[in-house]
């Protein structure tokens, strides 16, 4: 085996490793008052939407953990935050891995390391985001792996701790459980029944939250509830259960007039479409190799599909960095279980690529609070050095030639076309 095969890999997996680590140092922080106060929330008195990590620490409490305090939700979401990131890396890896080491597909792949998804899930810490994407994963990890009813109970679990799964788990368990096999074999059309799950869990969520209790009673009762924590603090004591007993109707009807200002936020675009063009590049090449043009439009399609929530949240830049995980796990997806190589169109990703690095490092993310990145830009030219030269060095020892086909699954019986 020649060495630069040996030692390409790990050139590469050191980089995207460097990467991740300091692109989340950029704005790690810890837990606000708001993600503190959604961990002491749970269901003793009465159905409240993302009250299943509360109630989860709650049992835990009972059993003589001491886990409902201030010291112990920054553990807990320390330990949350580093565990989806080394997620993250093992989910580049892999897809490094399926792809043969493509040097283009690296370079993709480095752009979402360094991309606005971890920025901002580094700010955001202690928020169910975390849970909900780690979740994500790992319903889609077992659907891919032919254990598509364990992929669906944690899709289910997930809805109960935030709802926005039905907008990012879902659809991506969905296109990895099509693409598991098929063509148009009625014994083949049962694989859909276990999205039934996670699709009654989020019926019988919208219905509790909306019949299921006295709103006004559950508010007061919650604000009870968080007041008796000195480190919730300012007016997160009222907001959170006012947020959180508001319904989903009721929830669009106030927000759904800032729709398309969001959606088209000048600021957050510039900084998250680059590097959402790389990941859509990554994934759209293999897609291309294979000849599933449908699954290119479902690919695109799942990624866009949290963009949704601008009808009801305000948080427009931690909603638009959606769009970026969701890029990633479809990707994965793609090279998971499409037979292929990557196409000639890998021939353009330095250029994609170098473009999303450049607006990585020069762009910023809105952050809450009033915080601000702790590094400046030639900081950051300097820490992201080593992961560039690691990548350049990837081009010296890796070799020229094309990754070996690789098959996961056997064609459709319709020739390939169906998503």
Known sequence: MPPGVRTGPVLAGGALLWAVGVTAARTVRPPNDFAEAHWLLDYRFGFVRRGLSGSILRELSWMGADVQTEGAIRALSYATFGVLCAALVLVLLRVAVRTGWNRHMVLLLAAGATSPFVVTNAHLM???????????????????????????????????????????????????????????DPRRRSRWLPLALPAGAFAAVALLDAFGTDRRVLRQLLELRLHRYPFVQGDM?????????????????????????????????????????????????????????????WLVAVSCAPLALHLSAWDTARIWSYTLGASLIGTWIAVERLPGSPSAALSFAPLVAGLAWFANVAGRIPLLDGAVERFSGPQLLMLYAPAALLLGATAVVRPRSPAPARVSSPPSSDGGTHA
């Open 237 to 297: 004591h009222r907001f959170v259960p006012e947020w959180l007993t508001t319904t989903f109707a009721d929830n669009v009807a106030a927000q759904r007039h800032r729709f398309l200002e969001r959606l088209t936020d000048p600021g957050i675009v510039v900084s998250i479409v680059p590097a959402l063009q790389a990941l859509w590049f990554a994934g759209l090449a293999w897609v291309a190799a294979s000849h599933r043009r449908r699954t290119a439009w």
């Open 126 to 184: 202690g928020y169910q985001d975390h849970l909900v994407f780690l979740l994500a994963l790992g319903a889609v990890g077992l659907t891919l792996a032919g254990r598509a009813w364990w992929g669906a109970s944690l899709a289910a679990i997930s809805v109960f701790v935030h709802e926005s799964t039905v907008l990012f788990t879902i659809p991506l368990v969905a296109v990895a459980t099509a693409l598991a096999g098929g063509g148009t």
